[in-house]
């Protein structure tokens, strides 16, 4: 049965190799708590009865013990050799997707996850699959190292600019998931969080035909206010006038800022998409240029709703 | 203040060039305790800091890239500038050329050029932090390292010096004890403390040379892009993981064997015993020392590398393992039947068993590859190396501080206030780190500066166990500088020990013996010798 309120220590386990992880964690648990009683509690009842009481005297030559010093080697040594094989063992698993899974492409970048699925549609921080089948991801950075880490998947995997790595998982549940960055990338590292939906066979066939058409029924300035989270804008840029790690998006529409090389610019379609797609162009004075390109992140569609939802903010 | 009649190390010669100039090994390891003393200090500040911005889920105490730079320097403070150098040049320094009979270690000059080595490549390290700091974590990942825009040169440059003073300190003390051990005095006649440095010398000076080319490397990456480092020219971000991590395992017995190597010390003094399995112990420090430069790749299971290589390094980490194991074992098996007095050195003993147990045992979750891939890079880490570190080898250099303070300063420091800050200490770092273990298993990633409102109670009652053990550590500092003050006048053996630096007077002789001391006794004959406390 797979455990899906978690313990003291685990969180829910909602993969299946989860509950392989979490037996042999459990298995460590107890077999170290029950060494650790043993030492602690002999350690406190020599303290206790043999305190020392009056003056100095001679103690007993107690230096060797054969027979007790081979067991508290070997012993040890046994077990150790059973948890060994046994992480191995699950270890494999994580590292061998079966031949049929459905595969998604990971790239992680300073600060969000972008995601591109194999009928074509991408996503951005929100990582949609189907319940019940093998999930392969193909992760890669295009900056930094990250980690791709789903805590109630037991599974991460570091995600490098130099070479794809592989992991894969079968969330049998439907329900939404964390997803962290475990692999520190600055300063937005602790804002490099995304979640995994596990949507059931109906829903995840609905939201493929609805992510092939997205933003359609909706106003330029709702999509785009939609995009400004689902594209992980918000990590960066606040909507109310205050400081991020980048500038904020209300009321710069129309106006003037002032650029890092001392020129100014007026905020309009042009400098927006821009900035957008080449971030590094014109950095605004106070702010690093730390910007990934949205290249192939979002389409001219996606842009005209971004403009249009910059302009709405006044 | 010292009876003007009586000449000691402290008091003569006088002068601040006496000791500025000194080549005296007491005097240097003094030097030494100061300096790290105060680094510990900065480091612990910064931890308060730290677990204070932690304490509720979006806080703002700090901004995330001031955050970023504490973490950073906490980490690199306390690893590089305080428990590397902490045992071995301030107490060994002081004490192994005693425990061995001699006057002074093989090369005095190369001593005291150590410290200054050290004190050198510390101001870099503090250089970089007026200069803007430095973000990239202690462990100074490649390429975020390359490409962060904080004053990462300076700090990795502070560090490569800092390389030096620690290889110098080694190699002194191989010689050392190679050379200028007591006429009589076999290896099996040394206290287990010279055996751990021994063994502890052997890796600061065959592996610290390997940390130094890696940080070279990536100062050459950084200033002239030479790519070794570099995707985009043909390098690998993962082989630097590597160099790394192949002296920064080693690194880490550096700092736990010279902890062990202390309480094997207290343990036979506190329990008026012999120590139990001296071989055992004496060569699982040589153990641990040569499969530690085996094992590096368990810190890099999640890091893509081949399953061939993960399952090596998981089983040369289960090895490692067992001497650690051993030696636990055998200072349990000491207590059996001695006579067991709990001064503040012996709690500290106690305390270090009990948490560096713990310490131990969780590391087999990490070793384990199946369960290290989900507790990798959470707080389960970071609590398993508080607990060994902290709870291992810095509850064994206060216990070695307080054993020794008698010797070091002629003065007693407060029994009371010592045993309630030991209390208050071992409290407040089990509060703190304890509950570390659960927000890691249950997912929370280190090195965030916002977090989940899910964690939110785990976080925040971690944050009140630092001000317990922050507490605990200013009684400490208070106490012990009150003895130096105001302390009672210590004895030459207040403990009732039987090693040699226990012969002489409190504070020892600039000769550090009057008379070349005679071998009369093993270190731990506490079956047929009573020594005289006083």
Known sequence: ?314 | MQSPTVANYLNSPTGWKSWLFTLDHKRIGIMYLAAIMTFFAVGGVLALIIRLQLLSPHGTLVSANTYNQLFTLHGAIMIFLFIIPSIPASLGNFVLPQMLGAKDVAFPRLNLASWYVYVFGSLFALYSIVAGAVDTGWTFYTPYSTTTNTSVVSMTLGVFILGFSSIFTGLNFIVTIHKLRLPGMTWFDMPLFVWGLYATAIIQVLATPVLGITLVLLILERTMGIGIFDPAMGGDPVLYQHFFWFYSHPAVYIMILPGMAIISELVAAFTHKKIFGYKAIAFSSLAIAFISFLVWGHHMFTSGQSELAAMMFSFLTFLVAIPSGIKVFNWVATMYKGRISLETPMLYTLSFLFLFSIGGLTGIFLGALGVDVHLHSTYFIVAHFHYVMMGGTVMAFLGGLHYWWPKMFGKMYSEFWGRIATILVFIGFNVTFFTQFILGAKGMPRRYYNYLDQYQPLHAFSSYGSWILGLGFLIMFIYLIHSLFKGKKAPGNPWGALTLEWTNSSPPPTENFETTPVLTHGPYAYDTVVADRG
């Open chain 1, 1 to 314: 049965m797979m455990d899906t309120t978690g313990t003291l220590f685990l969180p829910p386990g909602q993969s299946t190799i989860a509950p392989e992880v979490d037996s042999l964690f459990n298995f460590i648990l107890y077999a170290g708590t029950i060494f650790f009683m043993v030492v602690v509690g002999l350690m406190i009842y020599f303290v206790i009865k043999y305190r020392r009481r009056g003056a100095d005297e001679v103690t007993p030559d107690i230096a060797h013990n054969t027979k007790l010093e081979i067991i508290w080697t070997v012993v040890p040594t046994l077990l150790v050799m059973v948890v060994f094989y046994w992480g191995f063992h699950i270890y494999l698993k994580m590292h061998v997707p079966p031949k049929d899974a459905f595969e998604v492409k990971v790239t992680g970048q300073k600060w969000f996850w972008s995601f591109d699925y194999p009928g074509g549609g991408n996503g951005v921080n929100e990582l949609v699959v189907p319940a019940g089948k093998p999930v392969k991801l193909l992760l890669s950075s295009k900056d930094v190292i990250h980690s791709f880490y789903v805590p109630d998947f037991r599974i991460k995997m570091d995600v490098l600019p130099n070479r794809y790595t592989v992991t894969w998982f079968d969330a049998p549940n439907p329900g939404v998931y964390n997803l962290f960055c475990s692999e520190y990338c600055g300063t937005s590292h602790s804002k490099m969080i995304g979640t995994v939906k596990v949507l059931g066979e109906r829903e995840f066939a609905a939201w493929q035909e609805s992510s092939s058409n997205a933003g359609a029924g909706m106003t330029p300035e709702t999509y785009g206010e939609q995009l400004y989270t689902a594209r992980a804008c918000a990590t960066c840029h606040k909507v109310d006038g205050s400081q991020s790690t980048g500038p904020s998006w209300k009321g710069i529409y129309g106006h003037p800022v002032k650029l890092a090389d001392g020129s100014q610019v007026t905020v309009d379609e042009n400098y927006i998409r821009e900035s957008v797609l080449v971030p590094g162009a014109k950095v605004v004075a106070g702010y690093q240029n730390v910007m990934p390109t949205y290249q192939g992140i979002l389409n001219s569609k996606q842009i005209d709703a971004l403009v249009a939802y910059i302009k709405s903010l006044k």
